[in-house]
Structure formats: structure tokens, C-alpha cells
């Protein structure tokens, strides 16, 4: 049988009840021959508590603290979980991720993989264990705990999946698979059986909470098969109907349709827009504004530069609302100069929204149609951006969910 990784969510291990599910739902799989590896989050909440925690004893803790603290939360779960599996009769054994070891850079809180030592692991399913590793985090060069930021067990699943050739990883979340768009804002969202990993790369970065972009990243670049499925449901429902549930995360070459124009809606309340005002119109000027924000470590999304009059032009770009007063105090450092009696403003109540589909690609008029159909409910744009698959707009943050349903009901995502 195969090689397949299982990797579960802060909800699914949230309780030992929880656990105990898990641990029956791997030992099915075990049951049926796979060899199989169970990449764990810590217990929901428990990340938040201990940097909860950190922030109480100090306002600026230590990055390389705070990930020796936030790793023991994913250290409980393995434990707990190798526990469960050994009370059912399952040989199971846990490790963290420096023991097997998942190696990173050495940026503390967000590390990078760089490699993974597969043989410990190998050889523990090969003589039938079940094998639990740590998720979110590794061990760098110098022999320092790392995490991954935010999410990294996703990343962590699939890179280990990657690394030991799996079958597939499937990730187990507390909803169902990929919808449409948000059902919590559109009732009439479906689940869509199958996804390509450009759209689903496009959908996390663009405000699509079920995967965490870097684990997509991965999964895309070796090719990893990766299904997106609920922990909640049954732990003991019949394999085959498990394996062919939630969403399959595949390639555009597997997916056997004449293929749908838009395949979803994304969107993200996350998001601020800063403008320089009255800057001189010359060459350099984008990087002479945009350099001190990358400096800073600020991810800059949408960009527009408006026509010149008169030498002078405004600058806008979209900033994560997180960092919006960060970007302002930058910019107010590092650009006096340059705008003169310009000024820079500021709005964080703005909200972006995208149309994704591989279908576009052979498809024309899309943009028309999201543009009409915005229009018709009086839906101002304030700033576009596209790609070959994707046409995002920044609109006041008031008409973001009346947007979303718009646009689901106008590209027919509502029909089956």
C-alpha cells in the first residue's frame, strides 16, 4: 500500500476526546496497510497562550526565545497522540522536529526549510511504526529551535510528504474541503471536488483561510498530491469514501473538464491603503518610496501611479492592515524629503476582493463582467490588480460581503 501523511489542526487535537478520534481515524489507515506519518498543530489555543505569556513578561520578546517557547505547544500534541495510538495497540513514536531533522535558516519566528532527513523516519515505518513529527518547526544550522511562522504545520506536512515521496498528504481541518468562497458569507457556497494548485495559491494569498500559502507553494513546486478533508466526521467511516471526500488540491493536466471559467471568490478584510501625495514624477521614484517599506520587512500588494500633472504624480499601494501604522511611521522617516509639501494619507477601512480561475486563461470578458456587475450594485473600485488567473479590486470595506455575493451569483458559482 502506500505512503500517505496525515496532518491535523489546532481543532482537531483541541481536546484529549479529540485526540483519541485522531488516533482511531490513523490506526483505520494503519489498519489498511499505508505506512503513515501524522504531522500534528499544537491544541487550539495553546500557541496564543504561551506567546500570550511571552508578551506578559516582556512588550519585545526575543525571537529565538519565543520559538523555544511556542514549540513546546506542538511537542504536547505528538505525545499526546503517540499515547492515544499505543493505547488502541498501535506502535507509535513521536519526535520533534530537530530530531529528525527538519533543518531551516535561522530566521527565528518565520524559518524557511531547507532540508529533511528522512532516513530516522523511514526506518521506523518500515518496521511498522506509525511515526508523529512536530509540525511548525525545525532546527538550524547552529542547532536552535526554529518555527515557521503562523500556519507552518500545513508547510511542515507537505514539505514531509515531499521529502519521504508520499502518495498524498491530506489535511485534516475543521471544514470540508475548498469552497467556492466563504459559506459564512454566502450561503449558497459549494465545495469543489477538485482544485489546481495555481488557484489555490492564488485563493490563500488573497485571503482564503484553509491552507497557509507557503504549504501550497510547496505542494506545487514537487508536485505533492494534497487533499484538504474534515477531521470531524466519523473517525471510523469507511476508507474509501474518507479518501475521495474534501477537496483534492491536483494539477491542471488531472483535472478532466473543459474548465470552469471562475472557479472562486476570495477575499480579505486585512488590508490598509497608504498614498504619497505630490511626488516628483522621474524615474526611480517607485523605488525611492518602496524600498525603506521592503527594508522594513512590509509586504506591499497592490501598487498604482498615477498619471503625471504638472511633474508631479500620488503613489498608492496596499499594505496588511497589521502593519499599516508601522508603514506610516516609515514612511513618514523615510520619504519627508522627497514629497515636500506633499502628504501622506492613509485608509484602513478597505477590504479587497478577487475573482481566481485557470479558466480565464482561455476566457474573455471577465473583467467587464466583475466590473459591470459591481457597478450594478453601486460598488466603487478604488484599485485593481490582476494575473493570468485572477482579478483582484480594493473597495470600501463596507460593501466587501455584498461584493462577494454579487460576483458568486454573476459567474454561476451558486449552480452545481
Not at 31 to 43: K, N, Y
Not at 71 to 89: D, H, K, P, R, Y
Not at 275 to 286: E, L, Q, R, W, Y
Amino acid at each position: 500500500m502506500a505512503l500517505i501523511v496525515h496532518k491535523y489542526g489546532g481543532t482537531s487535537m483541541g481536546s484529549t476526546e479529540r485526540i483519541k478520534n485522531v488516533a482511531l481515524r490513523v490506526a483505520k489507515w494503519h489498519d489498511a496497510g499505508h505506512q503513515i506519518v501524522v504531522v500534528p498543530s499544537a491544541m487550539s489555543g495553546e500557541t496564543n497562550r504561551l506567546l500570550g505569556l511571552a508578551k506578559e513578561i516582556t512588550a519585545q520578546p526575543d525571537p529565538r526565545e519565543l520559538d523555544m517557547l511556542a514549540s513546546t505547544g506542538e511537542q504536547v500534541s505528538v505525545a499526546l497522540l503517540a499515547l492515544a495510538l499505543q493505547a488502541i495497540g498501535k506502535q507509535a513514536v513521536s519526535y520533534a522536529g530537530w530530531q529528525v531533522a527538519i533543518k531551516t535558516d535561522s530566521a527565528h519566528t518565520k524559518a524557511r526549510i531547507g532540508s529533511i532527513d528522512d532516513v530516522k523516519v523511514k526506518a521506523d515505518l518500515d518496521a511498522g511504526r506509525i511515526v508523529i513529527i512536530t509540525g511548525f518547526q525545525g532546527v538550524d544550522g547552529e542547532g536552535n529551535i526554529t518555527t515557521l511562522g503562523r500556519g507552518g504545520s500545513d508547510t511542515s506536512a507537505v514539505a514531509v510528504a515531499a521529502a519521504l515521496k508520499a502518495a498524498e498528504c491530506l489535511i485534516y481541518t475543521d471544514v470540508d474541503g475548498v469552497y467556492t468562497t466563504d459559506p459564512r458569507v454566502v450561503t449558497d457556497a459549494r465545495r469543489l471536488r477538485t482544485v489546481t494548485f495555481e488557484e489555490m495559491l492564488e485563493m490563500a494569498s488573497l485571503g482564503s483561510k484553509v491552507l497557509q500559502i507557503r504549504s501550497v507553494e510547496f505542494a506545487g513546486n514537487y508536485r505533492m498530491p494534497t487533499r484538504v478533508l474534515s477531521s470531524l466526521t466519523d473517525p471510523l467511516m469507511p476508507l474509501e469514501e474518507e479518501a475521495n471526500s474534501g477537496t483534492l488540491i491536483s494539477f491542471e493536466e488531472d483535472t478532466h473538464m473543459e474548465q470552469a471559467t471562475i472557479t472562486g471568490i476570495a477575499f480579505s478584510r486585512d488590508e490598509a491603503k497608504i498614498t504619497v501625495m505630490s511626488v516628483p514624477d522621474k524615474p526611480g521614484i517607485a523605488f525611492q518610496i518602496l524600498g525603506p517599506i521592503a527594508e522594513a520587512n512590509i509586504e506591499v500588494d497592490m501598487i498604482i501611479q498615477n498619471q503625471s500633472v504638472e511633474g508631479k504624480t500620488d503613489f498608492t499601494f496596499t499594505v496588511p492592515r497589521g502593519e499599516y501604522d508601522k508603514a506610516l511611521r516609515v514612511m513618514d522617516a523615510g520619504v519627508k524629503d522627497l514629497i515636500g509639501n506633499g502628504k501622506i494619507v492613509g485608509d484602513t477601512k478597505v477590504s479587497k476582493v478577487s475573482v481566481v480561475g485557470v479558466g480565464m486563461r482561455s476566457h474573455v470578458g471577465i473583467a467587464s463582467q466583475m466590473f459591470r456587475t459591481l457597478s450594478e450594485e453601486g460598488i466603487n473600485i478604488l484599485m485593481i490588480s490582476t494575473s493570468e488567473i485572477k482579478i483582484s479590486v480594493l473597495i470600501d470595506e463596507k460593501y466587501m460581503e455584498l461584493a462577494v455575493r454579487a460576483l458568486h451569483k454573476a459567474f454561476g458559482l451558486d449552480q452545481a
